[in-house]
């Protein structure tokens, strides 16, 4: 005996208009509502009955009438050195964020610093419909055919805006905390040449310890050249610093994942931190609150970097006149574990 079995197809998506006759309203009303334009006085009744109506009927907006109709296509490119853990992932959820609000879709590319792939890249996402593109930590040095926000970029380019830390105000208040801590051994790590960051951290460091009186020396001085996201970057080179066997009694990092394999590297040398050495990093990542010792560091708001390099790059896109042509963020020290006054154990 054999049974019919009832098997529901899926229904197609409802058009626009269907929808708007079976609510009995005009269809730019129901586009209002399910775009969530501003500024509309639609009772809150109606936004209700169109959001139920749509979830019904399985209602999907379509991008490409949207794009077609009004020739935008919604769409931003980001241009990112790598996708893991830290800095760059920090500045992306801030970005994401915000376009999601907005109603934007990105697509994202990771060059690894490359220079043929920053090169090439941009080209691939504005020929993708990308109607703005927001570098991270990527080195340009061209005007692009759309508007740009560059995330720690340094470089005055025109239809580039820069958002990027007061480095200068994050040196004055890492050595001085140092400084204060009766530190004047101190051991600087310098970041790798293609950071977007390295030169300008760099400038601002030896201009504050000149006005402080600390002396750079070149054997304290310790480079970091790897492109390495993990603790693995700042391991090595600290190992490297410590068979001189010159005293120093404090670390400034390039940044917190370089930070935590140095204190690795001083562990593993039998030297404690902060008791004998103490270490500042640079950034704030997550993991900085959590490493044993917690980490003293500068904290850039990665996360709201990425927000507002998303928000003045829409700004642009709508045609604003007075957005910001450079953006800089004040940084913020952040005291914890990993530094205190200056030891002669050593």
Known sequence: MSQKKDKKRPEKPASLKILADYLG???????????????????????????????????????????????????????????????????????????????????????????????????????????????????????????????????????????????????????????????????????????????????????????????????????????????ELGYPVVQQLLQLKRKFTALMSFNDIAAIGAIRALRDANLLVPEDVSVVGFDDIKAAAYHNPSLTTIRQPLHDMGQSAARILLQRIQGFKDYPKEHAVPPQLIIRESTAPASNRR
């Open 25 to 231: 309203l005009c269809p730019a009303t129901v586009s209002l509502v399910l775009n969530n334009v501003p500024g509309r006085s639609i009772p809150q009744e109606t936004r209700e009955r169109v959001r139920a109506a749509a979830h019904k009927f399985n209602y999907q907006p379509s991008l490409l009438a949207r794009s077609l109709r009004k020739q935008r296509t919604f769409t931003i490119g980001v241009l990112v050195p790598e996708l893991s853990d830290g800095y760059h992932t920090m500045v992306m959820g801030g970005v994401g964020d915000h376009l999601m609000q907005e109603g934007y879709f990105y697509f994202s590319a990771h060059h690894r610093h490359k220079p043929d792939l920053v090169e090439e890249y941009p080209r691939l996402l504005i020929g993708r419909g990308a109607e703005g593109i927001i570098a991270i930590d990527t080195a340009l040095d061209h005007k692009l055919s759309v508007p740009v926000v560059a995330v720690a970029g340094h470089k005055k380019i025109p239809g580039v805006t820069n958002v990027a830390l007061d480095h200068r105000h994050a040196a004055e208040l890492a050595l001085r905390h140092l400084h204060q801590l009766g530190h004047r051994h101190i051991a600087f790590m310098r970041g790798q040449p293609f950071s977007s960051d390295s030169d300008d951290r760099w400038r601002s460091i030896v201009a504050v310890a000149r006005q402080l009186g600390i002396e750079i020396r070149s054997e304290l001085t310790i480079q970091l050249e790897k492109d390495l996201t993990s603790p």
